[in-house]
């Protein structure tokens, strides 16, 4: 499985960016997705998406701001990023959970089995 994040940069507080993940050499529906964010040393799950059904999961500091979606291809999953705030930044990786937790269980624990090398997030003031 390979995951290529892209889409990152750099936004002010209030605006947005869209995060892309385009993921290779697997079969979707076999497979929760998820955006996790990791800042120093710790890393945190930010929304989670079902491959089985579409259920997501959101940390609460995003919700109502941030948007995880699917392509129609379903080798693509996005993320998002709406009225950005400072706490947003770090650097973000997608990555990939075979069905053994559900949505909220793998960003919760940051259960991962494969992820990407990550794309930063900066927001400036």
């Known amino acids: 499985v390979h995951l290529v994040e892209s889409g990152g940069g750099l936004a002010e507080t209030g605006g947005s960016l869209r995060l892309a993940c385009r993921i290779s050499?697997?079969?979707?529906?076999?497979?929760?997705i998820g955006w996790f964010r990791q800042v120093g040393k710790e890393y945190e799950g930010v929304s989670c998406i079902?491959?089985?059904?579409?259920?997501?999961y959101y940390l609460d500091s995003v919700k109502g701001r941030f948007t995880i979606s699917r392509g129609d291809a379903k080798d693509m999953v996005f993320l998002q990023m709406n009225s950005l705030r400072l706490d947003d930044a770090g650097t973000y990786h997608c990555?990939?959970?075979?069905?053994?937790?559900?949505?909220?269980?793998?960003?919760?624990?940051?259960?991962?089995?494969?992820w990407g090398q990550g794309i930063q997030v900066n927001v400036s003031s």
């Open positions: 990555a990939t959970r075979a069905l053994d937790y559900n949505v909220k269980e793998m960003c919760v624990g940051v259960r991962i089995g494969y």
């Open positions: 079902s491959g089985v059904d579409g259920a997501t």
């Open positions: 050499g697997y079969t979707f529906d076999h497979y929760n």
